[in-house]
């Protein structure tokens, strides 16, 4: 069994959030947070470090999830992808800007999840 | 109108005059320079205020008059008084506002050749001039074809008394001056209408460039949201899925939820194209087959034609969900637990016709399939009954072909279908 991961999960479908905890857990990683919005993300950041967040773009709230990805590319050091419906070449350039480790376009699936979780592992 | 007041032809004393002293040489040299004038007139004819200027300085030079003005007529530039188009000289620019210009433009209506007037006769044309201080003058209809353009005024002639034998040919120059009035008010009229015409077709198209905009997106949020709804429908099957102890009920859902997932790829292909009505079907198999990595390792290997095979929403669903399913099929059947092999997935259009195939090299059909009807070669198979309904949707042919199960010589299964695009677009 290869590292368990902290991982965080920022979306504000709360089925399509139930799903992603359901598919990180079974890769055998550990939900340390939901949050539906950039403000609720921000604010488990202040306490909490994950390994990696998977961050949606359209959030509950005024600010995106872009504003989170930055934040945690510059403020926490915590790697991110993105996991988006939006992937018009504007939003995903802008995305692509925060560095995030994967730009994954919805519908999710649990291959996608499994090689972002284990660009962290092996690095 | 009044009638013409005394003019030149129709002073009998003046006609005697002129016959007892006729003026052939200069009716010569005038008749001379008409080509010459003519010549003249057209070499500017793109130009109707240079013309008019050239004939208004020639006939100044050659019959002596103080002001030369040629007018046009208000029926032609849609205006209500006459417009000047040349006064020669330049100085006198001003005469041709005078009121008493524009009455005369008025008054000279009807005429259909020059006509020379005396200031001191009775009747309006004479009192007009006379609030022009002008002695005689000569006036000339501009006309063409029965259409009146304007008219040629000389002020104050010098001499009056010898212009009974070149007015033939004045009215002759006036024509041809008329003429390029009217080929300057038809070119303009002409490069109206088309600048009206190109600004309305400009309108146009910018209201046609926005709605393209609004439709895109509007058809980009549709695409959007029934991504978004499928993504929500898949995630709700994957739970329940995963709540489920039955294995049959686990394997049924799961698989349920890969058909959603393969028609939600549809449309994130969709989002992502650039007209948002096609798909390019080999970008999306590829997707597809990195779907199912998990359950195939790198057993999958994708051939495609080079280039995009884009199709529409109408074709690309069918296709993806046969294709959904014959790699379901064949990751479940070709290969024995724990046996390893190869699955092709082929991708081609020839003429029209598109082909899709996925085969493999594992351990062939099962005794009676694929032979006949297929339906009923395997009763109850919900992939069989959808791949038969969406071929039998594309129009197309389904065939499926390899060794029976237990042959030695094995050589696999393919499973292939093939359609045109005619009559789907």
């Known amino acids: ?123 | 109108m009044d009638p013409p007041q005394e003019t030149w032809r129709a002073s009998p004393g003046l006609k005697k005059e002129k016959e007892a002293d006729p003026v052939a040489d200069d009716v010569n040299a005038f008749n001379q320079l008409f080509s010459e004038l003519v010549e003249g007139l057209l070499s500017s004819a793109d130009s109707p205020g240079t013309s008019a200027d050239y004939l208004a300085e020639k006939l100044r030079n050659l019959i002596g008059a103080k002001t030369v003005l040629v007018m046009q007529c208000p029926r032609q530039t849609h205006h209500e008084l006459h417009e000047i188009v040349s006064v020669f000289p330049g100085r006198r620019y001003e005469v041709g506002h005078h009121e008493a210009v524009q009455e005369l433009c008025e008054l000279s209506h009807g005429f259909d050749k020059a006509r020379v007037f005396s200031s001191e006769a009775e009747g309006s044309i004479p009192a007009a001039l006379r609030r022009l201080d002008s002695g005689a003058a000569l006036i000339s209809p501009l006309q063409t074809g029965g259409t009146r353009m304007g008219v040629l005024l000389m002020l104050e002639l010098m001499d009056a008394s010898g212009l009974k034998t070149i007015l033939d040919t004045l009215d002759r120059l006036s024509t041809v001056l008329a003429l390029v009035l009217r080929n300057a008010f038809l070119y303009t009229n002409l490069e109206e209408i088309v600048a009206r015409r190109t600004r309305q077709l400009e309108l146009h198209s910018e209201a046609l460039a926005k709605s393209l905009r609004e439709r895109d997106v509007m058809l980009k949020e549709v695409h959007h949201r029934v991504k978004n709804n499928l993504q929500i429908v898949n995630s709700l099957l994957y739970l329940q899925a995963n709540s489920s102890d039955d294995p049959q009920l686990r394997e049924a859902l799961l698989k349920g939820q890969q058909r959603i997932l393969s028609m939600a790829m549809i449309h994130e292909e969709l989002y992502r194209s650039e007209d948002l009505s096609s798909v390019d079907l080999c970008a999306y198999t590829q997707r597809l087959c990195d779907g199912f990595a998990s359950m195939s390792g790198d057993r999958i290997q994708l051939h495609c034609q080079e280039g995009p095979l884009l199709l529409p929403i109408t074709l690309s669903i069918p296709c993806g969900l046969i294709l959904n399913e014959f790699l379901t099929n064949a990751l479940k059947y070709a290969y024995a637990q724990g046996q390893a092999g190869d699955i092709r997935v082929w991708i081609q259009e020839t003429g029209g016709i598109i082909d899709l195939a996925v085969e493999d090299d594992g351990q062939g059909l099962p005794e009676g399939f694929g032979q006949g009807n297929i339906l009923e070669t395997k009763p109850g198979s919900l992939g069989l009954t959808l791949v038969q309904g969406l071929v039998d949707q594309l129009k197309g042919t389904l065939t499926i072909s390899g060794s029976q199960e237990g042959c030695d010589d094995r050589n696999g299964a393919r499973f292939a279908v093939s359609f045109g695009r005619e009559g789907h677009e």
């Open chain 1, 1 to 123: 069994m290869s590292r368990s991961l902290e991982v965080m999960i920022v979306e504000d479908e709360r089925l399509i959030s139930i799903m992603l905890c359901k598919m990180v857990e079974k890769l055998g990683h550990h939900v340390c947070a939901c949050a539906s919005s950039a403000s609720d993300a921000l604010g488990y950041l202040e306490h909490g470090r994950p390994d990696i967040a998977f961050l949606d773009i359209h959030l509950d709230g005024e600010q995106d999830g872009i504003s989170v990805g930055k934040a945690l590319r510059e403020k926490h050091q915590v790697p991110f992808a993105y996991a988006s419906a939006y992937t018009d070449p504007e939003t995903r350039n802008r995305a692509m800007e925060t560095l995030p480790v994967a730009f994954m376009a919805k519908p999710i699936d649990i291959e996608s999840l499994r090689k972002a979780c284990n660009s962290i592992i092996n690095t």
